[in-house]
């Protein structure tokens, strides 16, 4: 199925709405930032309870793992998946060696993505209600991001590859909604009742 022949209006949508609420989310926690430099030890906004804040994460060294605090990276990297998803929904064709570098930087931000939860749940023991937002739309956006680069030829010539990749882009929900549920599975073990956590911050 080549990018050529059918424009993948579905997957540069999602690359829009996600890097919107990417950025957002990124923007959010880069101000609470600035709180925290402004007045250390303040409670945020986002602190709710003992569980879930952001205090903790972006006063710990995990919170600015390459000498900058990590929202940082959120503003400046969520722009590229928002200008992709803008420029293929208006009929923009990449060549190959622009796919593979975008999709690099997925699977960075995923794998980073990664990294930081298992350090808020098994070492710093919170759940940061920002982060959370960032893992939500960066899960799906690497496995259909996988899927997409298969689809258009980036990762293989193989029509028959191409199609079923093209095929299984519908189960991309499914499979985040399962990601979801094994960071559940996660915090339980971690010793973080994070459906009643959630309920009470809500209710």
């Known amino acids: 199925m080549s990018e050529h022949r059918t424009r993948p209006v579905v997957y540069a949508v999602w690359l829009i709405i996600a890097s919107v609420v990417g950025w957002f989310a990124a923007f959010q926690l880069t101000v609470e930032k600035f709180v925290l430099l402004e007045s250390p030890g303040t409670d ?6 003992a569980f879930i804040q952001c205090g903790k994460n972006l006063e710990s060294w995990q919170g600015e793992v390459f000498g900058f605090p990590n929202p940082i990276l959120g503003i400046t990297g969520w722009v590229a998946p ?13 060549p190959r060696w622009f796919w593979l570098t975008f999709g690099a930087g997925v ?4 794998g980073f993505v990664c990294w930081l939860i298992a350090q808020s ?10 982060c959370m937002v960032t893992w939500a739309v960066t899960i799906p956006t690497f496995f259909a991001t996988m899927l997409h680069l298969v689809r258009n030829g980036a990762f293989t010539r193989s029509a028959k590859a191409q199609e079923r990749a093209g095929t299984l882009m519908v ?6 909604v399962l990601a979801y549920a094994l960071i559940l599975v996660l915090a339980q073990l971690a010793g973080i009742d994070m459906v009643g956590e959630i309920e009470r911050a809500l209710f």
């Not at 945020?44 to 309870?49: A, G, N, V």
């Not at 098994?122 to 940061?128: A, P």
């Open 82 to 94: 928002l200008v992709v998803g803008v420029a293929v929904l208006a009929g923009a064709h990449f």
């Open 107 to 110: 699977t960075f931000a995923f």
């Open 121 to 130: 749940l098994f070492v710093l023991t919170v759940l940061c209600p920002w």
């Open 44 to 49: 945020l906004s986002c602190d709710i309870s």
């Open 171 to 176: 189960w991309v929900p499914l499979a985040s």
